[in-house]
DNA sequence: CGCCCATTTGACAGCTTTCAAATCGCGTGG
DNA sequence: CCACGCGATTTGAAAGCTGTCAAATGGGCG
């Protein structure tokens, strides 16, 4: 289960080089970390809303987010993640959660001590850096989606939040910019963009006949990158991905 | 303008032992980290959407945001930063912004440049972890106004601000949780609740006739905590206060 | 083949926006 | 001390985007 010779640990690797150039030697200790490795079913709870937290949680496979529920009953996503995310290093380093993390799909998790990570991120500079870097792009993707509710309309944020999923995707080698499977319900879309699943639908059908995207089952095609990410006000910067990771025609 | 013995670096201080205990030397060494003071007026630009930052901002008086403009010409306002704040250490790390921060009221404020910040926070761990948690801190408040923006209506949507005002400003030392100067106009408010300002305006009066609140000027006060945190869906964990600062009756 | 969940569609209601205009607050200048 | 000017606040009426409620359709799986 302590990953040594061939730790489960290299997806988180390849994020965390998004951001900084590490040393073989501090790959080696982050492959080094120590961890327990789980799988569970889509909609289980990885981590919940006022719980101590003290382990971080590394998404191996599949796909989970990040979600709050409301006064209403209703629910707000406010995060997807995939393959090399870590998914709950706020949770684990604020103690307490602050919000629900749940699975997308079934999940294989690798789960780091927090104390673990704590001394991997001070003793080495360079992962401790790209741990933050790691946090704060997290934050920017916040920030985009505060405007993308707050400021967009729904046919906005729709087309906004399937661009997203695009780059993001592809940069995890999950798809590519030109379409990609959507894990995701019309319902937990409808979470994410604070619509209702009905208005998503109408949403989606409308980017459908405008010759946008198109739908079968739970694949999308982009049909035109740049008219669907002008319409979906689009611009990558807050991804803070790299420029050959972005460049699209 | 190199603060010695005199740094005016001492509201940074108080913000970060919010999260953790410094040493004498902790305090020392960021009271000694170089900096150069600015007065803004109000409406001034500290930071711009994609331009380069290699200084980090420390508010010292008065009150900032941060905000995104989209494709409309609409603006978000994405968080409200007061005194001891360090305003743009996220865009600073990142190296290019991807959000703009505001002057609310005119300010004083400390540029600290990244270089520095960065030193100091990989040479002594424990400031390193505050400047990291101030920033994972951030981030919670980030989602709960994705989820505040997305999942709740207009009441709900401003009596939390309400409080999350409250609650900061009293933390802060600028007011009390049950009444507070509150610098914003109604048409900031709405940019910070996705409204308009006509509805922020009829919906504040709302909360007055129902003896929530009540307002003279920029000043409000309020009547009943409980009731007002009520109707706002109001929890402050998510601020990751120690409790002896939400503690209240 | 049948069940169950997700998607799709329709009709209608409602919260919020829009557009205008009136009122208020307050610093400035006479 | 009071009139003026300008931005902020307040109010009204009407339109619109999105939500609600229900029901039909579709798709995947045992």
Redesign the interface.
């Known amino acids: 289960m302590l990953g040594q010779t061939t730790s489960s640990l290299a997806p988180m690797l390849r994020k965390l080089e998004l951001w900084v150039t590490l040393s073989d030697s501090d790959r080696e200790a982050l492959l080094a970390l120590p961890y327990v490795l789980k799988s569970i079913e889509s909609h289980r709870y990885i981590a919940r809303d006022?719980v101590k937290v003290d382990h971080s949680c590394l998404l191996l496979s599949g796909f989970a987010y990040?979600q709050?529920m409301?006064?209403?009953g209703?629910?707000?996503i406010?995060s997807i993640h995939m393959q090399g995310d870590l998914v709950d290093l706020?949770n684990s380093?604020?103690k307490?959660a602050?919000?629900n993390v749940q699975a997308l799909t079934p999940c294989d998790l690798a789960f780091i001590p927090r104390e673990a990570i704590?001394q991997i991120?001070?003793e080495r500079?360079a992962v401790?850096?790209a741990l933050?870097?790691d946090?704060?792009?997290?934050?920017?993707i916040?920030?985009?989606?505060?405007?993308n509710?707050?400021?967009?309309d729904a046919r906005?944020r729709l087309a906004h939040l399937l661009c997203e999923f695009a780059l993001r995707l592809e940069a995890a080698g999950l798809g590519e910019h030109t379409g990609y499977e959507l894990p995701m319900t019309q319902e937990q879309l409808a979470d994410c963009?604070?619509l209702t699943p009905v208005h998503v639908d109408r949403t989606l059908m409308a980017l459908g006949r405008d010759g946008l995207i198109t739908r079968t089952g739970r694949s999308v095609s982009i049909q035109n990158w740049k008219a669907l990410a002008l319409a979906g006000?689009f611009q990558s910067?807050?991804l803070?991905m790299r420029d050959d990771q972005v460049r699209m025609d």
Request: a positive charge.
């Open positions: 006022g990040r709050k409301v006064a209403t209703e629910r707000q406010l706020q380093l604020l307490v602050d919000h704590r991120a001070f500079p401790g850096e933050w870097l946090t704060l792009v997290d934050g920017s916040f920030r985009e989606w505060i405007a509710v707050g400021r967009r906005t963009t604070g006000d910067a807050y803070h």
